[in-house]
């Protein structure tokens, strides 16, 4: 849901700002759109993942939230949500280096082009949809019959080649392909722990933690030089904590010898 959400809030204000009259197409094309020649030859990066958040028409950001709410719904559950995010992530990430190997081998593609949309991440949650439940029957929308999941990537991925080899229109089918293989080389990873284990917030904290342990045990240092330029002599632990001397009858932490600990 939180995919959906801010795919759609990228969508909405897109269109909000586009009724000011504002060149807000050509800007964001230029600068969050995957252009393979502004990510190799001006070394704009972001590109590689903020192309995924970017949608112009309403049918294409429709279809990609469609499908991504079926069938990531499921795969969320299976394998929770650090798990689903990391393949979605990947799916795009891996749509965008192939659209940018094959464009600049010139395989398929044109470096000159700009690719926008979530389809790479949709489609790697689509082969996982297939993998883990392959024999779940789905609607075969807008037709009017059931069919496998398994079948139903089998044609998926038959019909991507062969439209990607054709050139494929205004439809970035190499992208698709890309989301295909690197969902692929994730999903065999097999049920293992996430690529990524410590959440950012204790990342965060610990980093900062460990750089107040750092300025105390450096202001110790600096305090102790000052006390024996002054003819006193004071003690720290290895972690920055006073240590009293043994015969100081006043300690003020209850007689114990550790120092104080903040």
Known sequence: MWLIGINTAFYLSYLALSLTGLHIYDFTKLYFAL???????HGWLWQLLTYGFMHYEFWHWFGNMLGLWMFGAAIENAWGSRRFIELFSIGVFGAALTTVALSYAHILGDPLRATVGASGGVFA???????LFGDQEIMMFPFPFL???????????????AFAMTGGGNVAYVA??????FGWLYIRRGIKPPLVNV???ERYYGMRNSFYRWKRRRAARKFEVY???????????EHGNYVPPDDDSRKGNGGGKSGWVN
Request: proline share 2%.
């Open 176 to 181: 698709h392909l890309g989301g295909l293989f």
């Open 199 to 201: 959440s950012f917030s």
């Open 125 to 131: 949650v689509l082969l996982a949809f297939g993998i």
């Open 227 to 237: 006390m024996r330029q002054h003819d006193r002599d004071v003690h720290f632990d």
């Open 147 to 161: 069919i496998k999941a398994k079948y139903f990537v089998g044609i998926l991925i038959v019909v991507t080649l």
């Open 35 to 41: 252009t393979p020649i502004a990510v190799v030859g």
